[in-house]
């Protein structure tokens, strides 16, 4: 089984710093793309940044210049660096690894259980 486990949310203020991780663990041989997206109350998960295993990035628009992601291809993690954060960058976070558990096998998305992200005075 594969578990994805996040740390590092909480309640800042804004224009504060916050660092979130994710690290995976249990069978896996491969993973390609790593991603951050969120959630806030009555509103649709959305991406927030990925990265291809060769370290391309994607970040949407409303981060671009705040938010940097990044991975440890060694330690199976995936970090989003927020800088400057806003109240609307309040929301869940999620990460998500697409990953293959086995040489030869299909690839599957994986989700963790989301942490918390507060930005407010």
């Known amino acids: 089984q594969v578990q994805l486990v996040e740390s590092g949310g909480g309640l800042v203020q804004p224009g504060g710093s916050l660092r979130l991780s994710c690290a995976a663990s249990?069978?896996?041989?491969?993973?390609?793309?790593m991603g951050w997206y969120r959630q806030a109350p009555g509103k649709q998960r959305e991406l927030v940044a990925t990265?291809?295993?060769?370290?391309?990035?994607n970040n949407a628009d409303s981060v671009k210049g705040r938010f940097t992601i990044s991975r440890d291809n060694a330690k199976n993690t995936v970090a989003l660096q927020m800088n400057s954060l806003k109240p609307d960058d309040t929301a869940v976070y999620y990460c998500?690894?697409?990953?293959?558990?086995?040489?030869?096998?299909?690839?599957?998305?994986?989700w963790g259980q989301g942490t918390q992200v507060t930005v407010s005075s």
């Open positions: 249990g069978s896996i041989f491969n993973i390609l793309t």
């Open positions: 990265i291809t295993s060769g370290g391309s990035t």
């Open positions: 998500k690894m697409n990953m293959q558990q086995n040489s030869g096998g299909l690839f599957y998305a994986y």
